[in-house]
């Protein structure tokens, strides 16, 4: 079945967006890229995002921002730079109409939330810390075919219909085996992205290339060789966003490692239908420098 010309312009673009959000993408540069008119690539856009072009890179933007203010020890106006304001008043005027205040009220929110978080698992104790145990390991070049969900993580019959999707699509395309695996791009923070717009890539890594280019919007990409803090979580796999918290809250104090700006990876090594949900083991890998 051939691609229909309209999606891979889209998903052309929405990958080049994607990567260079931070830089000056003008109209014409938005055409260069798709080789469609900005109108008709901007109504398609709006069609799958509910948002226009415009509003899209805004947001990546922002939210990048906000990341940057919670887990990093960067300068305001270098965060704003870095991710495409040319001026800290812009930045601050933006991060305002976005959060509800301003980026330095923001980290501060944050440094206390992350406070909170550390008493609350009264660290004094070391029981929830024993569990935080994690090995640097280096994954290799591989490919991801994926299909994005985009929404609520709590909505377990959304991500589910995902995933069916994606099982069904690689079955017909010949591409699973016994030794295939299976794993979840994570690619926004669920506590910095409104919940209609968190997206989460559930794919198939494969060792090489497609010898064709994926339907509809199933994406093939590549994942370059990166170095990570691999944790284990165990238990149901909608209730793991308290485990994530957990990692974030004794980040600087007990793993001590610097964040690379890469999605955080999932992988299911014992899925089984028919194990009981406190058996299932989540392998989370964090991106690091």
């Given at each position: 079945m051939?691609?229909?010309?309209?999606?891979?312009?889209?998903?052309?673009?929405?990958?080049?967006?994607?990567?260079?959000?931070?830089?000056?993408?003008n109209?014409?540069?938005?055409?260069?890229?798709c080789?469609?008119?900005?109108?008709?690539?901007?109504?398609?856009?709006?069609?799958i995002?509910?948002?226009?072009?415009?509003?899209?890179?805004?947001?990546?933007r922002?939210?990048?921002?906000a990341?940057?203010?919670?887990?990093s020890?960067?300068g305001?106006?270098?965060?704003?730079?870095?991710?495409?304001?040319?001026d800290?008043?812009?930045?601050?005027?933006?991060?305002?109409n976005?959060?509800?205040?301003?980026?330095?009220?923001?980290?501060?929110?944050?440094?206390?939330?992350?406070?909170?978080?550390?008493?609350?698992?009264?660290p004094?104790?070391?029981l929830?810390?024993?569990?935080?145990?994690?090995?640097?390991?280096?994954?290799?070049?591989f490919?991801?075919?994926?299909?994005?969900?985009r929404?609520?993580?709590?909505?377990?019959?959304?991500?589910?219909?995902?995933?069916?999707?994606?099982?069904?699509?690689?079955?017909?395309?010949?591409?699973?085996?016994?030794?295939?695996?299976?794993?979840?791009?994570?690619?926004?923070?669920?506590?910095?992205?409104?919940?209609?717009?968190?997206?989460?890539?559930?794919?198939?890594?494969?060792?090489?290339?497609?010898?064709?280019?994926?339907?509809?919007?199933?994406?093939?990409?590549?994942?370059k060789?990166?170095?990570?803090?691999?944790?284990?979580?165990r238990?149901?796999?909608?209730?793991?966003?308290?485990?994530?918290h957990?990692?974030?809250?004794?980040?600087?104090?007990?793993?001590?490692?610097e964040?690379?700006?890469?999605p955080?990876?999932?992988?299911?090594?014992?899925?089984?239908?028919?194990?009981?949900?406190?058996?299932?083991?989540?392998?989370?890998?964090?991106?690091?420098?």
């Amino acid at each position: 079945m051939s691609q229909n010309p309209q999606l891979s312009r889209y998903k052309k673009l929405l990958a080049y967006i994607d990567e260079h959000f931070h830089e000056e993408i003008n109209i014409e540069r938005v055409e260069e890229v798709c080789h469609y008119s900005y109108r008709n690539i901007n109504r398609i856009f709006e069609a799958i995002h509910n948002e226009t072009i415009g509003k899209y890179i805004k947001r990546l933007r922002l939210e990048k921002a906000a990341q940057y203010l919670k887990y990093s020890e960067q300068g305001v106006s270098e965060i704003g730079y870095e991710v495409g304001f040319e001026d800290r008043a812009a930045f601050s005027k933006a991060f305002k109409n976005r959060y509800g205040c301003s980026p330095s009220a923001f980290r501060e929110s944050s440094e206390a939330q992350l406070k909170m978080l550390q008493q609350s698992f009264h660290p004094e104790q070391d029981l929830e810390r024993e569990s935080l145990q994690f090995e640097i390991k280096y994954l290799p070049d591989f490919y991801l075919l994926g299909l994005e969900y985009r929404g609520d993580i709590d909505d377990e019959a959304a991500i589910e219909a995902t995933w069916s999707r994606l099982l069904e699509y690689t079955f017909q395309k010949g591409l699973v085996s016994e030794e295939s695996i299976f794993l979840t791009e994570v690619l926004d923070d669920a506590e910095i992205s409104d919940h209609i717009h968190s997206r989460y890539n559930h794919a198939l890594a494969l060792e090489e290339p497609l010898s064709f280019e994926p339907d509809g919007l199933f994406t093939l990409k590549a994942h370059k060789r990166q170095k990570y803090a691999q944790f284990n979580y165990r238990g149901p796999y909608h209730k793991s966003l308290e485990f994530y918290h957990k990692i974030f809250a004794f980040w600087l104090t007990d793993v001590q490692l610097e964040l690379a700006d890469k999605p955080m990876l999932e992988f299911y090594p014992n899925f089984d239908e028919n194990l009981p949900p406190a058996e299932l083991i989540t392998e989370i890998y964090i991106a690091i420098e």
